[in-house]
């Protein structure tokens, strides 16, 4: 599990076409993709739970739904 102090320094690396980036960072609208942000947010959302929820606690959890 990564330190609390350390969350700041560590690096995050998530893959986003061109549009998906646009979409997070200028707000820019695409009308014919109009869940573009929302995929990209949930790239992002996917990536900083991998690295701050230690993996086995969660697979502990997702084994109570079988």
């Known amino acids: 599990m990564i330190s609390p102090f ?6 995050c690396l ?3 076409t061109v ?3 646009m979409a997070l960072g200028s707000g820019v609208s695409f009308g014919a993709q109009p869940l573009l942000a929302a995929q990209a ?8 739970e ?8 969660r697979a502990q959890f997702d084994m109570l739904d079988a």
Do not use: D, F, N, Q
């Open 6 to 11: 350390r969350v700041g320094t560590t690096c």
């Open 14 to 16: 998530v893959e986003l």
């Open 19 to 21: 549009k998906e980036a």
């Open 41 to 48: 947010r949930r790239k992002l959302r996917t990536a900083l």
């Open 50 to 57: 991998e690295l701050l929820i230690p993996e086995s606690p």
